[in-house]
């Protein structure tokens, strides 16, 4: 290895901001040699180092990040600096891409999980505001959160654990899977809708996007693919997947649409099973937990129709009507209130019990 890549792999970049659709995107540069952090800013910003220096601390500048995009550079401490492009996931990603060929490691990508002293001392290097390492792995997973309802139950749990730790507490089968639906909050859990072609499966979707997702149209077969978007229900941020109605096809599309449909609905986290007054949901084999969703309620208010009382949530996505109760019904099904009010510690990452 020379000496240049050698130095280059000790610059980390971890993101600050979640890797969703923002505004802008912040990304932290750490570095313990000031040299290779200097000559990588540098070449970022197309610089010639010597003929122009690097951002000095304190120093505020507009930069073209590698022809990729623009943005701000904020030069925090002589070893570690913001960079903030703008926030798509595709400028983040390209940027990503360009560091990892420059040798640059992510934080996470980097430390086996098991190497704790490393990661200490990795996280005290991101996170100097932090009092222990604990904060500084609740800081690093508020940055990184899907759902803002992670935030206040992460901020409290730094003292949470110490206490639990220090009174003998030790996770427990319980704990173990409140954490694992907690989890959810950090990252965003897959929902699939599944159901009969033209029930309103993709108009549902729209209706909670607040926007045009998928396209809905009154014929049997408009939806030939997966589509998805990731929306906020009751706080908790999900991707919810639109998947064609199921039907008998011979059409290549969407036999092949079908296909990617199955095999989203066995890595989802919920599923929706998607019915109109009149028009049954399909049987689904799977195990992933379900909710029984009747749509198009406005048709059948009084619920007297078989699929109306099968169904333990009613919404009508032309009058939006019953579209807190289904996202209330989701985000109960993925993390209950129980796991939101306890005072249990939460286990959400494995190093919070190896340390102090
Ligand atoms: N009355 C009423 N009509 C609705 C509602 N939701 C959807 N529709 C209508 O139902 C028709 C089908 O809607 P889509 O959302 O395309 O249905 P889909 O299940 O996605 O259809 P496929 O993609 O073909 O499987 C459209 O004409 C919608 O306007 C509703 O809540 N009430
Ligand atoms: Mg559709």
Redesign the pocket.
């Known amino acids: 290895m020379n000496q240049q890549t050698k130095n280059k792999s000790q610059i980390e970049l971890i993101w600050e901001t979640p890797r969703t659709a923002g505004a802008v995107a912040i990304g932290r540069l750490n570095s313990i040699d000031v040299a290779a952090l200097d000559a990588l800013l540098c070449e970022l910003m197309g610089r010639t180092q010597g003929e122009k220096s690097a951002p000095t601390v304190g120093q505020i500048l507009h930069a073209n990040f590698a022809n990729i995009d623009d943005g701000l550079i904020v030069r925090l401490s002589e070893t570690s600096a913001f960079i903030m492009p703008h926030g798509g996931p595709r400028i983040v990603a390209r940027i990503d891409a360009w560091m990892r060929n420059h040798g640059i490691s992510e934080m996470n990508d980097a430390v086996p999980a098991n190497v704790l002293n490393d990661a200490i001392r990795r996280s005290q290097l991101a996170y100097p505001e932090a009092r222990c390492f604990r904060e500084a792995l609740a800081l690093s997973a508020i940055s990184n959160a899907g759902s803002s309802r992670a935030i206040p139950l992460l901020l409290v749990q730094p003292k949470r654990i110490a206490a639990a730790v220090a009174r003998g507490w030790v996770a427990d089968a319980n704990s173990i899977s409140r954490a694992q639906r907690l989890a959810q909050l950090l990252h965003p859990p897959r929902i699939v809708a599944v159901?009969a072609?033209?029930?309103?499966?993709?108009?549902?979707l729209n209706a909670v996007a607040g926007r045009t997702v998928?396209i809905?149209?009154?014929?049997?077969?408009?939806?030939r693919d997966a589509v998805a978007a990731r929306v906020e229900l009751d706080g908790l941020v999900a991707d919810w997947f639109?998947t064609?109605?199921i039907r008998m096809t011979n059409d290549p599309v969407e036999v092949a649409a079908q296909s990617i449909a199955a095999k989203l609905r066995t890595g989802a986290s919920l599923i929706l099973e998607i019915s109109a007054p009149g028009q049954p949901c399909p049987r689904i084999d799977s195990d992933v937990p379900r909710i029984k969703v009747c749509?198009?309620i406005?048709?059948d208010p009084k619920c007297n129709s078989v699929e109306a009382r099968a169904a333990s949530v009613h919404v009508?996505?032309?009058?939006r009507t019953g579209l807190v109760e289904l996202a209330c019904a989701i985000r109960t099904a993925m993390i209950c209130d129980e796991d939101l009010s306890s005072d249990e510690p939460w286990i959400f990452h494995p190093d919070l019990i190896a340390t102090k």
Do not use: E, I, Y
């Not at 809905?216 to 939806?223: I, L």
């Not at 009508?316 to 009058?319: E, G």
């Open positions: 159901g072609a033209n029930v309103g499966k993709s108009s549902l998928a809905a149209m009154d014929f049997a077969g408009t939806t639109d064609p109605g749509t198009r406005d048709l009508s996505a032309l009058q």
